[in-house]
C-alpha cells in the first residue's frame, strides 16, 4: 500500500484530529498537501481554517490559533508547514517556550481544534514531543514509489495508457516529480489527441541513461567518433566521467546478463522477473546484444571494473585513461 492508498483511507473516514505528512521526498509530500487542501476545501478567508508556512515572525499568531476556540464555527482546522523543531534538520522554528505551547496542546487537543502538519524529513523519534506526537496522531509518510506504484498511481490520475506511463517512468529515473513533468510534457505536445510511446519518445527529454544506452550502441558498432563526440557533450553538460563509468559498467553487467539469458532462450519478461527491474532497460539491452557474444561482453566487463581501479588510484588524468578505454572497447572485434 503506497502513501496516496494511505491517505485515500483517510480521506474515506474523515479527517483525523491530528494528521502528520511528511517524508525525504519533497515532491511527494508536497503532493499530498495539495490533496488535503483540495479535499478540506481551503479557503484562505474561510476563518475556521488557518494555514503557516512557519516562520519565526508567525509562530506566536500560529500557536494562539491552535490554543484558541472557533468564532465563527462549530470546529477550526489549522495546518502548519515546517514546524523543523519535530525532524531530524538540525534548524528551529520554535524556541523552548514555544515547542512547550505546542507539546501541551498535544497533551490537551481541544475537540473543536484539527491539526495538520506538513514536514519535510524524517521525523526525530528521540525527541519527547515526537513520540508524543507519534502517540496521537495519524502518519503519513511519503516514501519515494516503486515504478508499477508509479504506473498504477499515475493510471488513476491521467488518462495515459499504461505503455506510455511505463516508458516515461523508465526515462524519468522513477522519479515521482520528473515523472508528473514530463507526463505534463507530452499531453501538452499532444494537443488533446491520445499520447503514444512515439511522442514520449519524440518529447522527454533523454536521461544520463538514455544516453548510456546510446553510447554502448555507438560502441558496439565500432563508432568510435559519435561514442567520443556523446561523452564530450555529456561532460559538457555537468556529468561526471566517474558517474559514467558506473552506470556503463552496470549497463554492461546487464547486457552480459541478459545475454546469458538469451542463449538460455529466455523470455523478455522471463528475464525482467528474475533481474526485479524496469521492463525498459532490458528490452533494449536485448536489442543491443542481440549479434554480441558473451566472452566479448566478459571482457568489457571486466576492463570497465579495472578503469575504474585505474581512476582511483593512478595519477593520470580520468579523461585520459576513459578515453583509452573507450577506444579499446569501440575498435575491439565483437
Not at 43 to 71: G, K, M, R, V
Not at 199 to 225: H, R
Not at 242 to 267: C, D, H, M, P
Not at 289 to 300: F, I
Request: charged share 25%.
Amino acid at each position: 500500500m503506497t502513501v496516496f492508498d494511505e491517505f485515500n483511507e483517510v480521506k474515506r473516514k474523515g479527517l483525523p484530529q491530528i494528521l502528520v505528512i511528511f517524508g525525504e521526498s519533497k515532491e511527494m509530500v508536497q503532493e499530498l498537501k495539495s490533496q488535503l487542501l483540495t479535499f478540506v476545501n481551503f479557503e484562505p478567508t474561510d476563518l475556521s481554517q488557518s494555514y503557516y508556512d512557519l516562520t519565526p515572525n508567525n509562530s506566536d499568531l500560529a500557536l494562539e490559533d491552535l490554543e484558541s476556540l472557533p468564532f465563527f464555527s462549530d470546529s477550526r482546522l489549522v495546518i502548519l508547514e515546517n514546524l523543523v523543531n519535530l525532524t531530524t534538520a538540525k534548524k528551529t522554528i520554535l524556541d523552548e517556550k514555544q515547542l512547550k505551547r505546542f507539546e501541551n496542546f498535544l497533551d490537551n487537543p481541544s475537540e473543536t481544534t484539527q491539526l495538520v502538519l506538513v514536514l519535510y524529513g524524517k521525523l526525530d523519534s528521540r525527541l519527547k514531543v515526537v513520540k508524543k506526537l507519534k502517540a496521537k496522531a495519524t502518519l503519513l509518510e511519503a516514501q519515494e514509489l516503486k515504478t508499477q506504484e508509479l504506473i498504477q498511481y499515475f493510471s488513476h490520475e491521467t488518462s495515459l495508457p499504461r505503455p506510455v506511463l511505463s516508458l516515461i517512468a523508465a526515462k524519468s529515473n522513477d522519479s515521482f516529480s520528473v515523472v508528473k513533468q514530463n507526463i505534463d510534457l507530452v499531453q501538452t505536445y499532444a494537443l488533446g489527441r491520445e499520447v503514444t510511446v512515439d511522442d514520449v519518445e519524440k518529447v522527454v527529454p533523454k536521461s544520463l541513461q538514455d544516453n548510456i544506452f546510446a553510447l554502448t550502441d555507438l560502441i558496439f558498432k565500432g563508432k568510435i567518433d559519435e561514442a567520443r563526440d556523446l561523452v564530450h557533450d555529456l561532460t559538457l553538460q555537468g556529468e561526471d566521467l566517474i558517474k559514467i563509468l558506473a552506470i556503463l559498467t552496470n549497463s554492461y553487467r546487464l547486457y552480459l546478463q541478459v545475454k546469458l539469458f538469451q542463449e538460455k532462450g529466455w523470455q523478455e519478461n522471463q528475464q525482467v522477473s528474475y533481474l526485479k527491474m524496469h521492463p525498459y532497460p532490458v528490452k533494449l539491452a536485448n536489442q543491443l546484444v542481440r549479434r554480441l557474444q558473451v566472452s566479448s561482453l566478459k571482457k568489457g566487463l571486466a576492463d570497465l571494473i579495472q578503469l575504474d581501479f585505474a581512476i582511483k588510484t593512478s595519477a593520470a588524468e580520468k579523461a585520459y585513461l576513459f578515453d583509452i578505454l573507450l577506444i579499446k572497447l569501440t575498435l575491439k572485434k565483437n
